[in-house]
């Protein structure tokens, strides 16, 4: 296929079949273009900022689609431990367009509240909230469906109650693998992998005893082994996970101990990038509600319940919670590291005494 962005006589080059490629129809422009219409217009009384609402809420459903596009590949590949790399730049590549999307809020912010209001009663029901695509990227990341923040005290469900297509696309990613049941499972991996997580457990396990031990005082003793003790009983790990504390597993929580503590390791460098990716993505879907937040209260205050009847701005704020956040677990990880000179002086008494 000749290059879209070539002129018609060079993209005749190639060939017969080449001969109506041009950028125009291949994107199909024309098409593109004729999607954005104001319900204001079509009322007599057009208003100049609806065009604006329009195509950025347009832009975002583009760049939602490649972000499901981009997350449901990481899925797949990680089922293969060779594929890591790729899954590693596809990941990065939706977290990369998630970010870029928040750039988008300070467009709709250009609009001040008046100019706002001229359309905002002409949209009623819709909503931003029946954006499903959006609803989509949280069931495929790992949002369960009782984490959500309900919709008026009932199932965020009962928005699309009307359109059986996407009801139907609910139970599917709701079913489906999610991202985080599937990084669990690759942490297992590689946790499992030529017993490299069992062997830096132990050498984890004398380091984590040592560190407490060396505390000053017993109430900073006392403090360190309470920080410490989930992690140091399989069954207080799985009543952390029964109370919603925890969403790995308990071997997949360390094998992300494990790749953390060793990242400066050439085989642990591409595994611990991806961790960092996963978290990054947590910190920007928090951070895109944030700037939906904010917009909304900039734009209509504090008190005015949006056009689908939600509370607004009060609904918007409990969507930022931690039940939200998929990847919590790898901050809390985070939490449990250990200076590398102490864990580095237990990995050679532990090769003296094998020598011995």
């Known amino acids: 296929m000749a290059c879209p962005f070539m002129n018609s006589s060079e993209s005749t080059k190639g060939g017969a079949d080449n001969q109506e490629m041009h950028y125009r129809t291949y994107l199909e422009v024309d098409t593109l273009l004729s999607l954005q219409k104001p319900v204001t217009e079509k009322k007599g009384n057009l208003c100049h900022d609806e065009h604006l609402f329009i195509t950025v809420h347009q832009v975002y459903e583009l760049w939602f689609k490649q972000i499901l596009k981009e997350l449901e590949s990481v899925i797949s590949l990680l089922q293969d431990h060779d594929s890591l790399p790729?899954?590693?730049?596809?990941?990065?590549?939706?977290?990369?367009?998630?970010?870029?999307?928040?750039?988008?809020?300070?467009?709709?912010?250009?609009?001040?509240?008046?100019?706002?209001?001229?359309?905002?009663?002409?949209?009623?029901?819709?909503?931003?909230?029946?954006?499903?695509?959006?609803?989509?990227?949280?069931?495929?990341?790992?949002?369960?469906?009782d984490d959500r923040v309900p919709y008026n005290r009932e199932n965020y469900r009962v928005v699309f109650k009307d359109h059986k297509d996407v009801l139907d696309k609910f139970d599917a990613t709701e079913k489906a693998t999610s991202l985080l049941t599937a990084v669990n499972s690759w942490l297992e991996e590689v946790y499992d992998k030529e017993d490299a997580g069992e062997n830096f457990w132990r050498i984890y396990e004398q380091t984590m005893k040592n560190f407490i031990g060396s505390k000053p005082n017993e109430e900073e003793k006392k403090a360190a082994a309470d920080k410490f003790a989930s992690l140091l009983d399989e069954e207080d790990y799985k009543e952390c996970s029964k109370r919603g504390d925890r969403r790995l597993s308990y071997k997949a929580f360390k094998s992300a101990l494990m790749v953390m503590m060793r990242r400066d390791e050439c085989k642990y460098s591409e595994p611990y990038r991806f961790l960092q990716l996963l978290v990054t993505l947590d910190v920007t879907l928090t951070k895109w509600r944030f700037m939906h937040l904010m917009t909304v209260q900039q734009l209509i205050g504090p008190a005015t319940a949006g056009t689908a009847g939600s509370s607004g701005v009060p609904y918007l704020k409990a969507t930022l919670g931690d039940p939200l956040k998929v990847f919590l677990d790898l901050s809390h990880v985070t939490s449990l590291l250990l200076p590398r000179p102490l864990l580095k002086e237990a990995e050679e008494r532990q090769a003296l005494d094998n020598l011995e």
């Open 86 to 145: 790729i899954a590693v730049r596809r990941l990065e590549r939706a977290t990369q367009i998630l970010e870029h999307t928040t750039t988008q809020f300070p467009l709709l912010e250009s609009m001040t509240p008046l100019d706002f209001r001229e359309f905002r009663d002409h949209l009623a029901p819709a909503s931003g909230f029946q954006s499903h695509q959006f609803r989509y990227i949280e069931n495929i990341v790992g949002v369960r469906p």
